[in-house]
């Protein structure tokens, strides 16, 4: 069974510094893996994803994340943090051979201090 | 382009009372599923479906059904809602196959008291 786990629940950082949230996955096949950004009371907006091509993947706002199989991470990165990124972040897989499944991690929360 | 519709938005029902949410998607998606959001537990799957007239159990079926009689729309009822059913729920859609992006609607705020 695939499953999905962001290590911190909530992450602090100041504006103008870097961000990283972490998640790891576990699959039994190559997985599709998504990352996306939920704003307070707002719906699911996607950052980006992998789907078995170029490792690091680039998505809006300036976040990329590096899809690493020996480590079997997925880790959202920012090089410098906005007021705006302050939001709940979703590390996700998808079980495409299983209808096509979301499975999403417990969610991170991103506060940015200025 | 309209992509997923949700309705209703907001609900406050009280316990025992029935009601059935519509998920609307006008891309043509094979599949389509429902989730509901809890404080720090993510999105988890309720049901899902790989087509019309097909339906699956996810995560956390108990107290739901649904139903797909046409392949736009894919309904999530409560028989008998209960105050733990109080969550945001959120449909989603996406083509058969991997490699596809998914579409969420904006979700309906659901409240049983």
């Known amino acids: 069974a695939q499953s999905v786990t962001q290590l911190d629940s909530h992450v602090s950082v100041s504006e103008g510094t870097p961000v990283l949230l972490r998640c790891n996955y576990s699959s039994s096949y190559s997985p599709s893996l998504f990352w996306y950004v939920q704003h307070p009371n707002k719906g699911l907006q996607l950052l980006l994803k992998y789907t078995s091509a170029a490792t690091l993947v680039k998505g809006i706002n300036g976040f990329e994340a590096e899809f690493k199989k020996s480590e079997t991470s997925f880790h959202l990165t920012k090089p410098s943090a906005h007021m705006s990124d302050a939001a709940e972040y979703f590390c996700v897989v998808s079980q495409y051979n299983q209808g096509g499944k979301l499975i999403f991690g417990q969610g991170t929360e991103l506060s940015v201090k200025p | 382009n309209a992509g997923v519709t949700q309705t209703p938005k907001f609900r406050v029902l009280k316990t025992g009372q029935s009601m059935t949410l519509l998920c609307a998607q006008d891309?043509?998606?094979?599949?389509m599923y429902w989730y509901r959001q809890d404080p720090g537990m993510g999105l988890r799957l309720i049901h899902y479906?790989?087509?019309?007239?097909?339906?699956a159990k996810g995560e956390v079926p108990d107290g739901y059904n649904v139903s797909r009689l046409k392949k736009q729309n894919f309904l999530l009822g409560l028989e008998s809602a209960a105050p733990s059913q109080t969550s945001v729920y959120f449909c989603?859609?996406?083509?058969?196959?991997?490699?596809?992006?998914?579409?969420f609607g904006s979700g309906t705020r659901l409240t049983v008291v």
């Open positions: 479906s790989v087509g019309e007239g097909t339906t």
């Open positions: 891309m043509n998606h094979e599949y």
């Open positions: 989603a859609s996406t083509h058969s196959g991997a490699n596809y992006g998914y579409t």
